[in-house]
């Protein structure tokens, strides 16, 4: 894996959790919300339909839809080429 496909894989990781934290941000100025368990909680959640959202977007619709997730590129990792036994 090339440091290129690293940076990729890390941005498109990055940016649907920084999604979620603001959305839990905003549900938490409107509702009364003390305990940090269920912010947490919130933010995973959103996080991981909102990565499984636009990642199914993007195989099936269009690679636009990468853009949700910071690169309308997903990484591509070489495969390894097949290893010889002498």
């Known amino acids: ?5 690293w940076t ?4 498109r990781t990055v940016v649907p959790i920084l ?11 409107n509702v009364d919300i003390n305990e ?3 912010t ?3 933010t995973a959640a959103f ?12 195989t099936r619709v269009s690679p636009a839809f990468g853009w949700f997730l910071g690169l309308a590129r997903p990484p591509a990792y070489p495969s390894k ?5 002498a």
């Open 8 to 11: 990729v894989s890390l941005w």
């Open 47 to 58: 996080s991981a339909v909102y990565y499984g959202l636009f990642r199914l977007l993007e």
């Open 19 to 29: 999604v979620g934290w603001v959305a839990a941000l905003l549900v938490h100025i």
């Open 36 to 38: 940090e368990a269920f």
């Open 81 to 85: 080429p097949p290893t010889t036994s």
């Open 1 to 5: 894996m090339t440091f290129y496909d």
């Open 40 to 42: 947490s909680g919130l």
